[in-house]
């Protein structure tokens, strides 16, 4: 439940992947950012969460997912760091799929506080270690998860589901890893084919 910290990292994490491409190690790219304070955070705590944070993100990604996060457009950068979080969150990547796209495939337009709270309901049923989160920090996973669909403009500010205009060059790049991870996106199978011409 880590993602409580923060949102999507777009600056930060183009600054890391940027760092790893120079350096080629992660435990590397940690220490120069932490001994440098290169995320300009106000406390070594903070600048140490986030660094954790974003390297776990980033490390859910191949070299050439990397080189494609750096050189890619701004548009293509969220997609791709959505894609890195839902990676590396089970429970994000299953809001995803059984929230977030089957409202969009089924032609439900907005995405709602009361549709995490039930997925969540839904998930502690199978996960009793989600029943020991408490009504806080439930309450700060979701704010965050809405501030990152925000970020990745898979939602307006008015919670409206915004469909995903994957590229060519960023399907291909998901395909060759899972096929199924398009599903982390509000778009049509329909779509999907097009977009790839």
Not at 40 to 62: A, M
Not at 133 to 154: H, N, S, W, Y
Not at 169 to 194: A, K, M, T, W
Request: net charge neutral; aromatic share 10%; with cysteine.
């Amino acid at each position: 439940m880590s993602f409580t910290t923060g949102g999507l990292f777009h600056r930060e994490s183009l600054k890391l992947a940027a760092l790893y491409l120079d350096l080629g190690d992660w435990n590397a790219v940690r220490d120069k950012v932490i001994a440098e304070n290169l995320l300009q955070t106000r406390t070594l705590n903070t600048l140490k969460r986030i660094c954790r944070e974003v390297i776990s993100r980033l490390k859910t990604l191949s070299q050439g997912e990397v080189e494609f996060l750096i050189e890619a457009s701004h548009q293509e950068q969220a997609y791709f760091l959505w894609l890195a979080v839902c990676r590396q969150y089970r429970l994000i990547a299953d809001f995803a799929v059984e929230v977030l796209r089957e409202r969009y495939i089924s032609l439900k337009g907005d995405l709602t506080f009361d549709d995490f709270d039930s997925f969540f309901n839904r998930k502690s049923e199978w996960h009793l270690e989600l029943d020991e989160i408490t009504p806080a920090t439930r309450g700060k996973l979701r704010q965050v998860l809405f501030k990152m669909l925000r970020e990745a403009d898979l939602l307006t500010a008015s919670n409206m589901i915004h469909a995903a205009m994957l590229s060519p060059r960023l399907l291909d790049l998901i395909h060759q890893g899972s096929r199924r991870e398009v599903l982390y996106f509000p778009i049509f199978e329909s779509d999907v084919q097009g977009m790839k011409q």
